[in-house]
Structure formats: C-alpha cells, structure tokens
C-alpha cells in the first residue's frame, strides 16, 4: 500500500487530487497522460522519502532540463543528494526532462507551473538562450515563483540567481591542454557543441577560440553544433565536417556524445593527439579509464545543485543571506584522478 497522501501524489504529478484517486484506485475517466503522469510522482516521491520526513515547510521546486539523458541523470541524482536533511523546510522535487526540443515546448512548460502557480515554490533550469524563454522566466518571477538557472544561463531574465560552472575558465583550460599536450603549433581542433543556443557552451567556446588566437594563432577551430548531444545526430555532424584521414590536432567536446564521436573519428581514419571533453557521466568515466579520451573538465554537480536550492530557500526567506549567484570551479581529471565517489559509474 502506497504511504503518500493524495495531496501529495497530486502537488507532485501537477494534477486534481479527484483525477490521482481515480488513477490509484483504477477507476474510469483517466487519461493515459494522467497515468503516466502519477506513476513518475511516485518514482519522485519513493526516491525523496528522505527529504519529505524533516522540516516544518514543504516545498516544491520544479526542475526543468534539455539535455541528453545521460546528463539529466547525473543533475538529478545530485539534486536530490542534496534535498534530505535541509532545515527549516523539507524540500521535494518534480521533474520536467527533455533530450531535444524547441523554444515553444519549454516555454509550454514553463507556462504549465506558472498556471499551477502555488504548487511551485521555485524553478530550476536547463534551457535554451532566448528572449521567449526569458519572457516565460519573468512572467513566473511575477507570479512569485522563483527561477534559478542551473548550468547554463539565460540572458535579460528576472531569475534570481545562476547556479554552474565558469564557462570561460573552462573554455581556456581546455585551449591551453589542447596547445600543451597535442605539442603542436598548426592544424585543426574540431569542437562539438549540443546546442548553441545554450549561453553556457557559447561562452565556453568563445573563451576558447580567443584563447587560441593568443597562445596557437596556428591552431584552427572547427565548430559542428546543433545536434543536442544525442549520439546519432552527432556521429552525423561530425561526419559531415571531417574528410577520410583529417589531421586533428585535438577534439574539444563542449556538448558531449562522445562515443559517437570517436566513432565518427574511427570511421573517417582520423586519429587527434588530444580529447578534451566535459562532465563526469558514466560514459565519460569509462571512456577516461580505458584511455579512449584523454581529459574531461569536471565541475561538481552536488556544488551547483547546493546553490541553486539555498538560493530558492534565501529567496522565501527559509535560509540566511540573499541569492547570489556561484559559479563553480572546474577540475582537470585524467584516468589517475578520477574522484572516487565517480568509479562506481566504471565498468
């Protein structure tokens, strides 16, 4: 027998408490979507136990995320790391994930909480660069509900605070290991982005190919984007871009899908001297130990999830001092360093 109240189910899937009775108790007038919708309330529920038996306050924060399932994981497993033990308020979570789509389907979702209103007490974001989607950020911050953008930001929007890594400081660590560990002067350095309309892996890039211009004007990026991260579209891209037997100097993976793109590489016959990517997922991980890339710019996923929610209980005023922007460090970690709490992602 389920332990959740049906207020709870209901706060949790965004629907009537009448709709989730008829769903647990299978009676008719249901929708297949409703169904759907209860059953992940559940999963959401049963996985954040922990955080729903302390404090006095309860509230919802709703996660909204584009991006490759691999990554949405990682940021949900550090979320709700986070979410048991909070004090004054006992803090849950509802999750709006998305491998691809357009502006109009964020922007939807967003003006779904916003029509919810009082369930949400705070969004969390992983989403496109784009004055819609910063019109639907300011409508929600004028409905009281608070935004914080998680990773990656959005520009002209009334969000509280940015929660994520230094993008430039990522963007020229990753051109001055290409310059150093390649050895080399001249050539080319393919760099794969998911999307560019995420400000975040614009800015790394940018970092780079300025980085690049002052410390290896020989050295020419190569830029394919625009294939979410997904590994088919990207094999794609970067197919298309490379010729049989290419010379790289380096890869620099801004947006991942990296299995893809070493097999895209091995296809071609093009072998580069240096792979940078980003992120410690599970393929990364792996990837890493078994020598197939060579160093991925990691930034702690547990940090930035920390200072997205102080920033929301700073903001009702459940935790002291006001949001404030962080930016998180980022590391450098080859096969010998790779964080302990990371090998169980191994093979």
Known sequence: MRSHR?????????????????????????????VRAVEQALIELDRQAGALRLGARSLVLDVVMQAPNRFSGEVRDALESQLTGLRPAAVRARFHLRESGTVEDVVDTLAGIGRRGSTSHGVLLKVPDHPRVAAAIDDLAE????????ITDVSGCAR?????????????????????????????????????????????????????????????????SDADGLDTATADVVTAELGPGDDLVGVYS???????????????????????GHDLDADNVEL?????IDLVLHHDLREDARSAIRAVLQH????????????????VITRHNIPARMVRSGP
């Open 254 to 276: 801004v947006g991942g899908a990296n299995r893809a793109i070493l097999a895209a590489l091995r296809a071609k016959g093009v072998t580069p001297s240096v792979f940078v």
């Open 316 to 331: 009702h005023r459940l935790a002291p001092g006001a949001p404030t922007s962080l930016a998180s460090g980022v590391q």
């Open 160 to 224: 509280i605070a940015y929660a994520g890594p230094d993008h430039e400081s990522a963007g020229r660590t990753a051109a001055h290991l290409i310059r150093r560990w390649s050895g080399r002067e001249t050539g080319a350095v393919l760099v794969t982005l998911s999307r560019s309309s995420f400000v975040g892996e614009r800015t790394r890039v940018e970092a780079f190919v300025d980085q690049l211009a002052r410390d290896a004007p020989g050295l020419s990026p190569r830029r394919v």
């Open 143 to 150: 409905r009281g509900i608070p935004a914080v953008t998680l």
């Open 288 to 292: 890493l130990r078994t020598g197939e």
């Open 6 to 34: 049906i207020v709870d189910v209901a706060e949790q899937a965004g629907l009537s408490p009448a709709t989730v009775d008829r769903v647990l108790n299978d009676r008719p007038g249901a929708s297949p979507r409703a």
